[in-house]
């Protein structure tokens, strides 16, 4: 077998692969990996797996090599900043085989309905945070009234609604 066989064989076994892959395992370094020796991996893969250096390939071949270098490229952006590495590194068990944009993603999601139960508005968001402090005092008719109040500046907001439901039932059961 030439080289070119087996190199065309190597990009084509990891562009199955590639998404199985956490961004460590993709630039072939250990989790505990210098920022130089993530750099160092990266610009070997980028050699190895850039388009422009895999011209004489196939059509299909190159275009594996453009997502894998796609991959690379985001796994180094990651890696590199401290900030994103952490957050990467501190992902849950369950998160491991997420990309790192999926992640942020579902995180994002996450704030954002935690946020739309808070309140869209300002004045929305003022009486939920009196209806908090109401609840925490015990006082169940204020934290009602409170959330009725930012009701009327939200329109329909579901976790402002389901919250006053949830006041209003434990109202009933205390009475």
Request: hydrophobic share 35%; with cysteine.
């Amino acid at each position: 077998m030439s080289s070119a066989q087996i190199q065309a064989l190597e990009i084509g076994a990891l562009a199955k692969i590639m998404n199985e892959l956490d961004y460590y395992q993709l630039l072939g370094v250990d989790p505990t990996a210098t920022p130089a020796e993530i750099r160092k991996a990266f610009h070997a893969s980028s050699r190895n797996f850039h388009p422009d250096a895999n011209r004489r390939l196939d059509l299909e071949l190159r275009n594996q090599c453009a997502q894998i270098s796609k991959r690379v490229t985001e796994a180094y952006c990651v890696l590199r900043d401290p900030r994103r590495r952490r957050s990467y590194d501190a992902r849950s068990d369950g998160d491991k085989n997420l990309r790192i944009q999926i992640a942020e993603a579902k995180n994002a999601d996450r704030q954002q309905a935690k946020a739309e139960r808070r309140g869209r508005t300002p004045q929305g968001r003022q009486f939920h945070a009196k209806a908090e402090a109401d609840i925490k005092k015990g006082n169940l008719a204020g934290a009602i009234q409170n959330i009725q109040m930012a009701l009327t500046f939200e329109g329909k907001n579901p976790g402002l609604e389901s919250l006053l439901e949830e006041l209003r039932a434990r109202k009933k059961q205390n009475a």
